[in-house]
């Protein structure tokens, strides 16, 4: 099985929270926030008013409390719509 997405939504794999600061203080668990970052694994048609701008594998930041998240088969992923994501990282 896998995810589709319908419409304008995206499936994202949340990319790993730094689990170091740039000076080298190591966070706990509790300390790391949740990250912005995430790979598109599974990308919708899209609708007649949104063309889809995102592509499987691309690496995007995208707003704070965006979309929806799921467990399937083990892994966790976040569903949201293109339009929260902010940016693509080329």
Do not use: C
Request: charged fraction near 30%; avoid cysteine; hydrophobic fraction near 40%.
């Amino acid at each position: 099985m896998k995810l589709v997405p319908l419409a304008d939504r995206v499936v994202l794999k949340q990319l790993e929270a730094e689990e170091k600061t740039k000076s080298g203080i190591i966070l706990s668990s509790g300390a790391k926030e949740r990250p912005l970052e995430a790979e598109v694994v599974a990308v919708g048609p899209g609708t007649e008013d949104v063309k889809m701008q995102l592509e499987v594998g691309d690496k995007v930041f995208y707003t704070q409390y965006a979309g929806t998240e799921i467990k399937f088969e083990g892994e966790e992923y976040i569903i949201i719509k293109q339009s929260e994501v902010l940016a693509v990282v080329k």
